[in-house]
């Protein structure tokens, strides 16, 4: 079975500052995974995804990041953080070898920045 | 700007009644997710498809939900009989083969 552990519920950053949102995955074949963000009575934007290739995944408005085979982690991070990237983050991942299975979501992260 | 599209946005029903969600996935998307948010419980995967095929639906109460897709423009959620329990956000999303899901803006479903 997959799975995805995000272990904050909540991180604060002040802005200006980098941030790190903390993804760690779980699957018995390669990954397929994913960073989603939600703002409040919206549904889920797609944010980055790593397939295959360089470690270090470009997404948008500024967000990169960086797939760990060893360590299976797969952590959101912005070198400058603002207040407008509050929101809720999800990390996402997919078995490659598994076609019948869905994207498995993590709990969130919840992000605030703070002026 | 393609967009995943799903209807009602808002439903409030009592409990014991049928309620039907529908969902348009993008064109050319041949996979469509149906996934439930609650505070408790985050997102769950309720249903996926892939060509209009169910493949998985394990996450879903077999007893009184049930998942289709009449035809690749149209995915359905029913719940009959809904319970109070029932209520969450539901979210349609649709991509491509090993792809990113695009999601839809979801259905706020209470039951009362």
């Known amino acids: 079975a997959q799975s995805v552990a995000q272990p904050e519920d909540q991180v604060n950053v002040a802005e200006g500052n980098p941030l790190t949102v903390k993804c760690t995955y779980s699957?018995?074949?390669?990954?397929?995974l994913f960073w989603y963000v939600q703002y409040p009575n919206r549904g889920l934007q797609f944010l980055l995804k790593y397939i295959t290739g360089d470690n270090l995944v470009k997404g948008s408005y500024g967000f990169e990041a960086e797939f760990n085979k060893s360590q299976t982690s797969f952590h959101l991070k912005k070198p400058s953080a603002l207040v407008s990237d509050s929101a809720l983050y999800f990390c996402?991942?997919?078995?490659?070898?598994?076609?019948?299975?869905?994207?498995?979501f993590g709990k969130g992260t919840h992000l605030i920045i703070q002026p | 700007d393609a967009r995943v599209t799903q209807t009602p946005r808002h439903k409030v029903t009592e409990m014991g009644q049928e309620v039907t969600m529908r969902c348009q996935p993008i064109?050319?998307?041949?996979?469509v997710f149906w996934y439930r948010q609650t505070m408790m419980q985050g997102l769950e995967l309720l249903a996926y498809?892939?060509?209009?095929?169910?493949?998985?639906d394990s996450g879903m109460p077999k007893d009184r939900f049930s998942a289709e897709m009449p035809d690749a423009t149209l995915a359905t959620l029913k719940i009959q009989p809904s319970e109070p329990r029932d209520s969450a956000v539901y979210f349609c999303?649709?991509?491509?083969?090993?792809?990113?899901?695009?999601f839809g803006q979801g259905t706020r479903l209470t039951v009362v």
């Open positions: 699957v018995s074949g390669n990954p397929y």
């Open positions: 498809f892939r060509n209009r095929a169910p493949l998985d």
């Open positions: 064109l050319g998307h041949n996979t």
């Open positions: 999303a649709s991509g491509r083969d090993g792809g990113e899901a695009f």
């Open positions: 996402a991942v997919r078995d490659k070898g598994r076609g019948a299975d869905g994207l498995t």
